[in-house]
């Protein structure tokens, strides 16, 4: 479902219902443009991810071709947006009982040409990734020209592309839509998080 300048309750109802939802409008341009200089600020420290966990890691760029940063929740200068998905875990947990009780969050960054080919957000032994969260922090002019959609795999076939704008986030239940990141031709940015249960 999309939504636009939706309060959380109206992300709580389409998670309940489609199991996804697309807001837009999520963050203020200004919020967006802060969070964006605090991922350039910071991108010497980005490193190529790699799939799998633990043992199993490994960069495979026929996979995913994208760089990322770990983030610390305490860290002082996120405060304003870990407030946000702090809210919308509450929400969750209230409305649909889901248990969550943590929040490991990235920011990406996919150089032109960068992509993520189809996946499930769950690693095979460990699942318990519950809630995927993107919040996209590109410029506002972004186009369908510029690629980078994320496309979602709905449950009937079909599928549904999200334009990867300044502001939209996008949630669904991980371990429910395989999804893939179509070849960007510009740089894309993005906070991405998985709420989960220990
Ligand atoms: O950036 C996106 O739109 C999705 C990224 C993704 O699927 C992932 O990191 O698992
Ligand atoms: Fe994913």
Redesign the pocket.
Known sequence: MILENAPLSALIDALAGEGWAEARGFLSPGEVARLAGISQARRQDFHR?SIGRAAGQNVRDDI?R?A?LWIDNQDPELGFVMQRFADYQQQLNRELYLGLNELEL?F?A?PAGGF?QR?L?QHRQQDTRVV?V?L?LNPPDWQSDDG?Q?RLYLDDGSHHD?Q?AGGTL?TFLSNRFE???IPARRE?L?L?GWYRRR
Do not use: F, I, Q
């Open positions: 991810a995913r994208d990322v990235h990406a996919y993520y996946h957000d995927t993107v996209y980078g994320l999200v990867p996008v999804h893939e990141v894309r993005s991405t």
